[in-house]
């Protein structure tokens, strides 16, 4: 891994935040890593890192021994037909678009390549992303290489490419539908006696509490819900006037809103 040579096409919030987990984790020298974005003074930033800089998509893919694609997917079919004469045979592609299969992506470059797609959240600029990946013609030890990429920003598994959609759904509009909790959580927060800022400490802190609790003990929910709900008690007042006004329910179908948007493409 230590002298493979990446490059990073789109250097915005995504790329960026790649860049910077890839050269905080030291796998590869910053030297080997270049990232483009079209007004590249806005990526300064990576420069001082001494990660290589500049706004021409194919120099950066010469040579390259995995390439992400971090542009948006409407640009992904002119991004990879202006690289794909320069992309090696052996090169590894990391698409992070949405929406855009294995298979375009393959008949864009006009060549058979080891193709990934990848759906990191919003967390990977703390280093805590939950990123999904699937696999199109790649080796074992390719797969193994990508995901120790994307475990230097968190966590990171191998899912079929028809799950992609759903991941997109549970993992990155995910971070979105758990803020809105807290922000519900922080408002109620002050309904009951605390000022914002304290309101909202207290709501951010459990749930990461909440999180860790499965994460790190390997629990259940409902084996955690029922250490803290008691007889008569009022977690479970609580947790039953939530139920009866559609928490649950309405959790549930917002997913599933989002999931027959990415579908269906309304």
């Known amino acids: 891994m230590n002298n493979k040579k990446i490059a990073i096409i789109g250097g915005g919030n995504l790329g960026q935040a790649i860049a910077n987990g890839i050269v905080n984790s030291n796998i590869v020298p910053a030297s080997n890593l270049t990232v483009t974005r079209r007004r590249v003074q806005l990526i300064q930033n990576l420069k001082e890192l001494g990660i290589n800089t500049i706004s021409d998509n194919k120099e950066a893919a010469a040579d390259a021994d995995i390439i992400f694609l971090g542009v948006k997917p409407y640009q992904i079919q002119q991004i990879t037909e202006e690289i794909s004469p320069v992309v090696k045979d052996s090169a590894m592609v ?10 375009s992506i393959e008949k864009y470059f006009g060549k058979e390549l080891a193709i990934f797609r990848a759906m990191p959240n919003t967390a990977i600029a703390i280093g805590e992303s939950m990123t999904c990946i699937s696999s199109h013609k790649a080796s ?43 922000r519900a959580a922080t408002q109620g927060g002050i309904e009951i006696g605390f000022g914002a800022d304290l309101a909202l400490q207290i709501a951010a802190q459990t749930v990461k509490g909440a999180a860790d609790l499965l994460i790190k003990e390997g629990s259940h929910p409902e084996h955690e819900i029922d250490k803290v709900t008691t007889p008569r008690g009022i977690t479970i007042s609580g947790l039953n006037e939530m139920e009866h006004q559609g928490f649950s ?18």
């Open 94 to 103: 990391i698409s992070l678009a949405t929406g855009v299969d294995a298979a």
């Open 249 to 266: 329910s309405s959790l549930i179908k917002g997913l599933l809103t989002s999931f027959n948007k990415i579908e269906n493409g309304k």
């Open 140 to 182: 074992e030890e390719q797969e193994k290489v990508v995901l120790t990429l994307f475990e230097q920003v968190g966590q990171a598994l191998i899912i079929p490419e028809e799950l992609m959609a759903s991941a997109t759904v549970l993992a990155a509009c995910g971070i979105a539908f758990a803020l809105r909790f807290v």
